[in-house]
């Protein structure tokens, strides 16, 4: 399983795409810990709706994205 999303990334991954995995990953973290900062929880809708919208892009990426590359 990891060879085959290793393989995924390193066709179909942008430089745009690894660098917004880390902001992906940092998401739910901020809506989980939300309890307090009044900042975050106004955000909170804007925050699920970027998490939802990577989170259907990576999935297209790594699973249904085709593999077959144009031959020049």
Do not use: C, S
């Not at 660098?19 to 940092?26: D, I, M, N, V």
């Not at 998490?51 to 144009?70: C, Q, T």
Request: proline share 3%; hydrophobic share 55%.
């Amino acid at each position: 399983m990891i060879g085959f999303i290793k393989t995924k990334v390193e066709r179909h991954f942008t430089f745009w795409d690894i660098g917004l995995l880390k902001t992906y990953g940092a998401i739910p973290g901020l809506m989980i810990g939300a309890y307090f900062p009044q900042i975050i929880i106004n955000v909170q809708l804007l925050l699920g709706v970027i998490f939802g919208a990577l989170l259907f892009r990576y999935v297209y990426l790594i699973f249904i994205k085709n593999d077959f590359k144009e031959k020049a």
